[in-house]
């Protein structure tokens, strides 16, 4: 049987989303693998997975079948695996691998993924996995931990490609290819003084492009920026995204070169960063994740529907207050929550964007009035434009043309003012030190219920009493 066109397209498309998704066919497989205890068919399905596969693998899977393939794979497991894992089943794993399978798999481990691996454990399992470690790298990473959480010196990785500024590309290329220890991927070479402090990189492009004799001096990029070790990682997420750096050197409070952080580190910090965003704008808290069981679950969320719940019984009180008119004219309960429905989605739209440019420093005190008077003229087309949808509307559902005038009116407010909550709360809460991605939903919610019902109701208590 012929396909067609528009079939075909849709199902190459669809291939093309789940493309790098794990196949169901090949988790079953494996799952089948570990309740036949085939450890030797479990490698062979495991080995072309990357270690990011792997992760997602034991992320889906329930509890039990993850610690049965753990066992089961025993010494196969990479230490990459532990720095891709989430950090909500990390601790748990690390608790099925077997001391020497751990150790193993630490020892495979830079610095900063170390680092990230041990913040989240307690002291006993933070003891454990440090003794595993080379006496250099331990001191290298219980220095990392003593600097301030999501801070640069966490972030960072110890392992450093450096050399004397009066060197030249003969030096440079013959000291990369005498070394045993280099990181296993680097991006620059970072050129320092005498005292150890950076004063440029040298790309490994221009490097391995330039005649023996030519100085790193000469070479440095124009691009260097230096991160002090107690910078905050967002910031320094921001500054790697704004321009577009592929690794930088951090430095104590000698400014001496002491690590350096590259690029996918910060984009993680990015990622992580914008998760927790859009978690918190839905009210489901930060740390949310689909491996997370009913109770943690429960207690995420609860705390959030508590406080929609105040506000909604705040929504309830401006209707009590106009019983009269809503028994009189029953109409009115039909149309209302279309007026505060319409306001809610305006608003979130103007927030969506408020805190996503607040998060970028896109918005700022030199552009937030043109934002603000920009989205209160979104606002007011809108409403204008619905308000003659719904006026229409009310007119011929009840044949009132006068509801129709209120309802019209009412939409018009409700959109105008959602757009002023939408940019003006979140600006405001940053203002006061609140995050405004925890807090600005509910907010705006309140505002374009209470202000939506109040001028829907009063308007018509006003005009049809």
């Known amino acids: 049987m012929t396909q067609e066109p528009e079939q075909a397209v849709e199902d190459t498309d669809a291939r093309e989303d789940d493309a790098y998704a794990l196949q169901p066919k090949n988790v079953a497989a494996i799952?089948?693998?570990?309740?036949?205890?085939e450890r030797e068919k479990l490698i062979e399905l495991m080995e072309p997975l990357h270690p990011a596969d792997i992760a997602d693998l034991l992320e889906q899977i329930n509890a039990f079948d993850r610690m049965r393939l753990i066992k089961l794979y025993g010494k196969e497991f990479d230490g990459d695996i532990l720095s891709e894992l989430d950090e909500s089943i990390r601790e748990e794993v690390i608790r099925t691998l077997h001391p020497e399978v751990l150790a193993d798999a630490?020892?495979?481990?830079?610095?900063d993924d170390v680092v990230d691996l041990l913040e989240d454990l307690d002291e006993a399992q933070q003891e454990a996995i440090l003794e595993v470690l080379e006496d250099s790298d331990r001191v290298a990473v219980e220095q990392s931990l003593t600097?301030?959480?999501?801070?640069a010196g966490r972030l960072m990785q110890r392992e450093v490609v450096m050399a004397p500024e009066h060197w030249n590309v003969g030096e440079a290329i013959d000291y990369l290819r005498s070394t045993d220890d280099l990181p296993e991927q680097f991006y620059h070479i970072v050129l320092v003084d005498p005292k150890l402090r950076p004063i440029g990189n040298v790309g490994l492009g221009r490097l391995m492009a330039s005649r023996r004799e030519v100085l790193l001096r000469s070479l440095i990029s124009e691009t260097f920026h230096v991160f002090p070790v107690t910078r905050p990682e967002g910031e320094v997420a921001y500054a790697f995204n704004q321009y577009h750096l592929i690794s930088a050197p951090v430095v104590d409070e000698s400014e001496r070169l002491v690590g350096v952080i590259t690029i996918d580190d910060a984009m993680s910090v990015l990622d992580e960063e914008h998760e927790e965003d859009i978690l918190r704008l839905a009210g489901v808290g930060e740390e949310s994740r689909l491996s997370d069981g009913t109770v943690e679950t429960v207690r995420q969320r609860l705390p959030w529907l508590a406080v929609n719940l105040a506000t909604a019984v705040l929504a309830s009180l401006v209707i009590a207050q106009f019983e009269d008119v809503l028994a009189t004219v029953v109409a009115l309960a039909v149309l209302m929550p279309i007026v505060a429905s319409m306001g809610g989605n305006a608003g979130t739209q103007a927030l969506t964007v408020?805190?996503?440019?607040?998060a970028t420093k896109d918005l700022t005190s030199s552009n937030v009035w043109r934002i603000i008077l920009r989205e209160?003229?979104?606002?007011?087309v809108n409403g204008i434009c619905f308000a003659v949808v719904m006026g229409v509307l009310a007119l011929l559902w009840f044949g009132s043309p006068v509801l129709g005038g209120v309802i019209a009116v009412a939409m018009i407010i409700n959109l105008v003012v959602a757009g002023l909550a939408g940019i003006g709360v979140p600006v405001v809460l940053e203002r006061f030190g609140v995050d405004p991605a925890l807090a600005s939903g509910t907010f705006v919610t309140t505002v374009t219920d209470v202000?939506?019902?109040f001028a829907f109701l009063g308007l018509a208590s006003a005009v049809l009493l």
């Open 106 to 111: 630490v020892r495979e481990l830079e610095s």
């Open 31 to 37: 799952l089948f693998a570990v309740d036949t205890g």
């Open 147 to 151: 600097y301030p959480e999501y801070s």
């Open 354 to 358: 408020a805190v996503r440019s607040l």
């Open 376 to 380: 209160l003229s979104v606002g007011l």
């Open 451 to 453: 202000v939506g019902f």
